[in-house]
């Protein structure tokens, strides 16, 4: 699958904003996906996965509270909604995904497919 991210932006603290995936292919519901993020000069940091059918969610406690990830099989789409963003949330996010089950257990590894990266800057 190709993932393409988007809704990245020039936001002040405090705000919302929502990130899009878009996928290609015909198994987009057999993919486990993911957002990550990296800000300048860190490593790129795990922040939110759901299961194929959306029943399942962990959420990276740096964000815990404030950010939520959904999908819509239908249309092919993982959602990232950000509120309450922060200075510290500044970073160029990732969308990705691994076809197969989602164990509850989120490991970088397992995922195979990574968009492009939208960038994120939160201004204080």
């Known amino acids: 699958v190709q993932l393409q991210a988007s809704g990245g932006g020039l936001v002040q603290a405090g705000d919302s904003l929502r990130l899009s995936c878009a996928a290609s292919?015909?198994?987009?519901?057999?993919?486990?996906m993911g957002w990550f993020r990296q800000a300048p000069g860190k490593e790129r940091e795990f922040v939110a996965a759901i299961s194929r059918t959306g029943n399942m969610l962990r959420i990276s406690d740096s964000v815990k509270g404030r950010f939520t990830i959904s999908r819509d099989n239908a249309k092919k789409t993982v959602y990232l909604q950000m509120n309450s963003l922060k200075p510290e949330d500044t970073a160029v996010y990732y969308c990705a995904g691994y076809f197969g089950w989602f164990s509850g257990t989120v490991r970088t590894a397992d995922f195979e497919s990574w968009g492009q990266g939208t960038l994120v800057t939160v201004s204080s």
């Open positions: 292919g015909s198994t987009f519901n057999r993919y486990v």
